[in-house]
C-alpha cells in the first residue's frame, strides 16, 4: 500500500509546486521505502496514476466529458475518456521512475538495509 | 566469491540509479516542451493546473465581491442567465475600465491574438511559420496604421483616457490569474499572455478596416485590359447597369457643388510584368441591414434589422454587453478589445453597418532606383521613406524589415521580393484610405450616446474607415442610411486599373466630402436597406468603384419589404432568415426553357441518366436554397459551371495571369443575348450558344456531383455543401463544430455559407422603451472547456432570437433574478 503514500506525498507537493513536483513525490518515497525495483516501479506508478486519473476523471465527470472529448481531438484519441488515460499513464511513467530513482539512491547510501 | 557478488549488485544498483535518474529528468524536460504542433504534455495534461482545471473555470466568478484599487466608485455588474454583462458605473472611467475586465474575464485570448494579428506579432505565437504573414502585415502598414491612430488620440484627452481605463481593466484581470486559470490556448501553445495596451485597440481598428476594405482588382482588370480592351472590360464591369437595386432609391437627385476631378490626357500602359494583387475579400463576407418606416409598420413603431455576414468563429468575432454611466446607456456587440458597442441600440436610436465595397485601395506602379531609396515621380528622384519593422520570432532571433513609404503609401514589395500571396503585385505601391489616421473610436463613442440621426451623423463623420452603409431607426420614427469614410475623388474608372505612380495627375485627388456621401433620411418608399450592393443608380455624379456584390439578396429584401405595408418584428425576423434565392427566381425559367429548346432539337445528345430527373426537380423547385433541397444543390453547381463555360474562349488565353470571369448577373445577361454581349461577339466571333452552354454545364455538374456524392439522395442534399459551421480562430478542428443543417446561400438574405453567415441578428421595435432581440452563433465566454463556450449555436442554427434588456439602473437588472457582482475601490 505504500503506492497510497506516494499518491498523497504527489498531491501536497502539486498544490505548492508545478506538474513535475510528482517527481519529487517519488523520489522522496523511493528513499524511505526501500524495495525491489520493480515494486518501486509499480508503487510509484499506481501512486500518481491513481492521482492524476482520478483527478482528471473527477473533471470528466463534472464536466460531462465536455472538455475531455475535445482534448481527444486535439491529441487523435478516440474518445474521450482516453483523455483521462493518457493523463494517467504520463502521471504514472513519472512516478514509477523518479520513485525507482529514489529506490536506487537509497540502496547505494545504506548498503545494509540493501534487499537481496 | 561473496564479495565479488555483492559488487556486481552494487553495480547494478548504480546503473539503475543512474538510468532511471537520466530518464526521468529526460521524461520530465520532454514533458515540459512544446514539440512541433504537441504541447508540453506533462504541464498541458497536469490535473492540477493545466488543461483539466479549465474545465472548472466559472462563466461568471464565484468571488461576486471584489476590492479594487484603481476604481473611482463602485461598480455594479449584473449578469443574464446567458452570462451578459449589464454594467452600471458612476463615471466613465469606472465603466470602460469594468468593460475591459469583463471581456478579459471572458475572451482574453481572443482579444490578444487578434490584436498581435493585426500588429503583425503571430510569429511570437507561432514561430518562424507565420514569419512572412506578419511581414506582408507590417509591409501594408497594419502596425503603422494602428501606431498613427494612437498618436493622434495623444491631443484627445477624453478618449486617450477611456482607452488607459478599458487596458486597466484588462490588465487587472491579467494580474488576478493564477496558472490553472489561465485561459485555454494559452496552455495549448505554451505561452503567457502580456499586458493589454491601447496600441492593441487601435490594431483592431485596423484588423477592421483590413478585413472589410483592403481590396483592389485592379492588376486583374489591367491583365484583361490588355487582352480584350478597355471598352469591353469596362462593359463587362461595369460601376452600374440598368436593372440593378442600389442602396439608396433609384432616382435620388444630388446637388453638389463640387465635380469629379479630370482624367490624364494620355492613359497610362503599365511596364513591369505583373503577376499579383492585394487582398481578395471572400465570397460570404457581406451583410444585410434595413429599417421600416412607422407608416409600414404593424405597430406605427419605426422597425429596425442588421445581420452582419463574416467569418463565424469560436469564440464569437462578437460580445454581447451593455455600457451603462451618466450619460450613456447603450447595447449590444462590441470587438473584444474594443471599449464600445459596434453595432445596438441605446434609449433612442438602433443602428448596424454592412460593409460597402466601394474602391479606397489604389496599386500604383512605382519605380525605383538601383538602391531602392529612391523612386521617380514628375521627373524626379524622391527619396523613399524607411520605416524599420522588428518581427520577433518565438524560439528564434528577431527579424528587421524594411518597409518603403512612397506619398502614395507603402511599397508592398519590391522587384527582388516573393510576395507572401501570390496576388500581391510587386513593385508598385498602395495607397489606401484606411491608413489615413483618423478618431474612429471617438466615431464609435459618439454613436454609442446619440440621440438623433445628426448626433448619429456627426459621430460618423469620424470613422473614415472602413466605409459602410450604417442603417438606423429611431424612437422618433426617423429611418435613415448613411456611408462614411474616406472616398477618393476620382475620375471616372480611377483606379479601376493600376495607376502611373510617376505621374501627379494619377494621384489621388482628395476625397468625397462627407455630407456628399450617399445617405438617405425618411425616403418615399418607406425603407431603407442595403446589402452589399452598388450604392446609388447613374445620377450620383462620382465614381466610386464597380465591384459590388450580386444584388440578389437587396432584391429579396426590397421586395419582400414593399410588398409588405405592415412589417411586424416577426416579419423582420422572417426575412433575415429567408433562404430564398432571387437569382433562381429571376433566371431559370428561362434557362429551363432554353434546355428544352435544345433538347428537342437535338434529340440523339448523349446525357447522364439522372438528368431529366434532376430537371424535373429544378422545374418544381420553389427556389429557395432549403437545406434539404436537392435542386438547390444543382442549380447552384451549374450556374458557376455555365460561367466558367460560357467566358473560357475569352479567359482560356489568360490563364497563367491573375484576371477574373464577369460577374453572374453579367454573365447571364451575355448568355442570354442581352446587352453587353456585342462585346462578347466583337471578342470571340461569335454568339453565346445558350442552349448548347446550358445542357453541357448541366449535364457535366451531374456527372461530377454523382462520382463525388452518388446518385442523387441525401448526400445531395444542399447543406451538405453550403450549411455553416464555426470555425476556432486556430482553425483547430477539435474547438470549431461540424457543418450544421441550416437553410440559405450568398444569395439569400440568410447568407450562411461555410465558415461564413450572419455573425449577429438583431432586429428592433422603437417603441419607447425600445424592445430588441437578437444573437449570435457561440457564446460569451471564450472558454471552449465549459458548456457556455458553443452555448447560442443551436438557437442561432433555427433562427430563433433572444430578448436583449437595456436596463435603466442596476437595481431594475437584479430584479430579474439576475447574479450581481460588486466591484468596488479599495477603502
Known sequence: MKWIIVAIAGFLLQIFFPWWSIALAGFICGLFFVQKTRYAFLNGFVGIFILWGSMALYTYIINQGFLAEKLAGLLHLPHGIFSVIVTALIGGVIGGLSMVTGNELKKLCCKEGMII | MFDEIKSFQDMLTRIKFIVSLILTLFLIFLLNSRLGQMPPLGKFLDPFSGIWQNAHIPDIPEKLDRSIAELHDEVQIVFNERAVPHIFARNDHDLYYTAGYVTAMHRLWQMEFT??????????????????????????????????????????????????????????????????????????????????????????????????????????????????????????????????????????????????????????????????????IPEGIGSNNWAVSPDRSLTGNALFAADPHQPINLPSMWYEMQLNAPGINTYGVSFPGSPFILMGFNRNLAWGNTASTNLITDVFEIELDEENLNYFYENQWHPLELRLEKIKVRNGKTIVDTVRFTHHGPILYINNEKPFYQHIPVGHAMSWSALIPAETLRGVKLINTANDFSDFREGLSNITAPPQNYAFASIDGDIGMQNNGLWPLRWQNQGTFISDGRRAEFDIQGFIPFEYLPHEINPDRGFVSSANQVHTDSLYPFFYGWDFANDARAKTINNTLRENEQVSISDMKNLQLNAGNHEAKQWLQLMLDSVRGYLNSHPDIKLSDNFNFLLDSLKSWDKINSAKSIAATVFMHWRDELQAKLWKPLTEPLDDLPHQRPNMDISLKVL????????????????????????????????????????????????????????????????????????GSSLSPNAVRNSFGPSWRMVAEMSDPVKAWGIYPGGQTGNPASQGYNEFTIDWAEGNYYELKLYKNALEAVSENHILMRLKPED
Request: hydrophobic share 40%.
Open chain 2, 672 to 743: 442570354f443575348h442581352q446587352s453587353p454581349v456585342d462585346y462578347y461577339e466583337k471578342l470571340t466571333g461569335f454568339s453565346p450558344q445558350t442552349g448548347e452552354i446550358l445542357v453541357t454545364s448541366l449535364n457535366k455538374i451531374i456527372a461530377n456531383l454523382e462520382a463525388e456524392k452518388g446518385p442523387p439522395g441525401e448526400q445531395w442534399e444542399w447543406w451538405r455543401f453550403n450549411g455553416p459551421f464555426l470555425k476556432h480562430w486556430l482553425n483547430l478542428k477539435a474547438l470549431s463544430t461540424e457543418r450544421m443543417k441550416v437553410s
Open chain 2, 115 to 280: 490584436a498581435f494579428a493585426g500588429l503583425g506579432r503571430i510569429s511570437e505565437i507561432a514561430g518562424e511559420s507565420a514569419m512572412e504573414f506578419d511581414r506582408y502585415l507590417r509591409r501594408i502598414g497594419m502596425s503603422y496604421g494602428a501606431e498613427q491612430i494612437w498618436e493622434l488620440m495623444q491631443d484627445d484627452q477624453e478618449m486617450k483616457a477611456i482607452l488607459e481605463a478599458y487596458s486597466a481593466g484588462v490588465n487587472a484581470w491579467i494580474a488576478q490569474l493564477k496558472p490553472r486559470q489561465l485561459p485555454f490556448e494559452y496552455k495549448l501553445l505554451d505561452y503567457q499572455p502580456e499586458p493589454w495596451t491601447p496600441l492593441k485597440t487601435c490594431a483592431l481598428v485596423m484588423n477592421i478596416s483590413r478585413t472589410l476594405s483592403l481590396r483592389s482588382q485592379a492588376l486583374r482588370l489591367t491583365h484583361l485590359k490588355a487582352a480584350w480592351g478597355k471598352e469591353a472590360v469596362l462593359a463587362f464591369f461595369p460601376s452600374y447597369y440598368e436593372g440593378a437595386e442600389p442602396v439608396i432609391s433609384k432616382g435620388t437627385q444630388w446637388d453638389f457643388a463640387i465635380l469629379p476631378p479630370d482624367p490624364p490626357e494620355e492613359s497610362f500602359i503599365p511596364q513591369f510584368v505583373l503577376r499579383n494583387l492585394i487582398d481578395d
